[in-house]
């Protein structure tokens, strides 16, 4: 009988639990691995492209996953009134806020709406 490693939890994380957890929308906090970070961001991040419409979405280096990660699950939770401002749009996430001639727009990673 093969026994379990590490791999293999994060294999089972990377390809059921963490698209659940995306799908259903729970906050939670890894602690097993960079690997699985990076994995749930992906999963996010291509989730907030086709929801918010953009052209292209990516983040500085000094991003965290985990912060890029907390960023799009909040553009996700307004995307109904995001949608129509970042449509077609490069979304850079950052420390920031900027607006490019060329329409590129900047956010800080830690945003927050003020309503």
Known sequence: MKSRTTGDFDHFL???????????RV???????PFSHTFYMDQVLEECHDALNVSGISHDAAITPQQMTECCQRLLDYKH???????????????????????????????????
């Open 27 to 33: 906050s939670f906090t890894l602690t097993v691995l």
């Open 81 to 115: 009134v995001i949608n129509p401002l970042f449509h077609e749009t490069k979304l850079i996430v950052s420390t920031f806020y900027t607006v490019m001639k060329d329409g590129e727009i900047t956010i800080p990673w830690n945003w927050e709406n003020e309503q």
């Open 14 to 24: 990377a390809l059921h639990l963490l698209p659940v957890m995306a799908e259903l």
